[in-house]
């Protein structure tokens, strides 16, 4: 038997890690073999500015859902690569603006074919079994949980019980 699968909900986060991990790197793989040099972890901003003109560093920490020191880290590394610039807001000289150079505008040319093989490719996965079809509903449902279940709490109350009180 898998010890991944023996161990249930103790090793949820290792397992969902290590799917990650085998995800994302099978994505730059697609990449590195159509000689694009884009890594999976800037999809989010680039999705994100393929949408809109220009977004403040907060607002794409806020729509992605990491802190402001990852999306700041993360903008920054783009910067070298100059494939985003950052300008100072008009109206608030300390929000810092994020748009696309013409670098980056080029190369996400190349990547929206991409994007759409990647669609393609995992619809037909999820075609090609029922199961797969629930992953990313799934998914939510405990992200969205996980917002409002207060695990730690309860498993330290389990483990801590005050007497009379009924877990």
Do not use: C
């Amino acid at each position: 038997m898998n010890l991944y699968k023996s161990l249930g909900y103790l090793v949820l986060g290792s397992r969902l890690r290590r799917m990650s991990e085998t995800f994302l790197a099978e994505i730059n793989r697609i990449y590195q073999n159509e000689g694009i040099e884009f890594d999976a972890s800037w999809f989010p901003v680039f999705y994100l500015l393929s949408n809109n003109d220009s977004l403040s560093i907060k607002e794409l920490s806020k729509q992605t859902e990491v802190s402001h020191p990852a999306a700041s880290q993360l903008i920054t590394n783009l910067k070298n690569r100059k494939l985003v610039e950052t300008t100072t807001h008009a109206d608030d000289g300390r929000r810092q603006m994020v748009q696309f150079t013409d670098k980056g505008r080029e190369l996400l040319k190349q990547i929206l074919p991409v994007w759409e093989a990647i669609t393609a490719g995992m619809n037909e996965l999820e075609a090609s079994d029922a199961k797969i079809a629930e992953i990313l509903p799934a998914i939510s449902a405990l992200e969205n949980t996980f917002r409002v279940y207060n695990l730690s709490g309860k498993v330290g109350k389990k483990l801590n019980p005050i007497p009379n009180e009924k877990l």
